[in-house]
């Protein structure tokens, strides 16, 4: 399974970006794709995730009523919509894609998108 982002980039608070994620190359059913973000020396930490086949999402507290997770354009693709963006909100932001293997699931990452927020 191939994981691309796109869509990340350099903005000042208050402002708005938005990522897009898009796996290709898989035969199993994806059960969970969503978005984590890493800080240098710093855990990875979920930021939104969406369970496919049903809709349902979950987001960090942290980004909650100003980022909004939803199908892509095309299938099996999510975006990220971030608005109102704050310093702390800047990282390396991941796809993560978990595909249902009867019952054993399996993640991908993709390579990492930087988001830089700053005045």
């Known amino acids: 399974v191939q994981v691309v982002e796109s869509g990340g980039g350099s903005v000042q608070p208050g402002e708005s970006l938005r990522l897009s994620c898009t796996a290709s190359?898989?035969?199993?059913?994806?059960?969970?794709m969503g978005w984590y973000r890493q800080v240098a020396g710093n855990q990875r930490e979920m930021v939104a995730r969406?369970?496919?086949?049903?809709?349902?999402?979950n987001y960090a507290d942290s980004v909650k009523g100003r980022f909004t997770i939803s199908r892509g354009s095309v299938q099996n693709s999510v975006d990220l919509q971030m608005d109102s963006l704050k310093p702390e909100d800047t990282a390396v932001y991941y796809c993560n894609v978990i595909v249902d293997n009867g019952g054993d699931y399996v993640q991908y990452w993709g390579q990492g998108t930087q988001v830089t927020v700053s005045p």
């Open positions: 969406m369970a496919t086949q049903v809709g349902g999402t």
């Open positions: 190359g898989n035969r199993l059913p994806i059960y969970v």
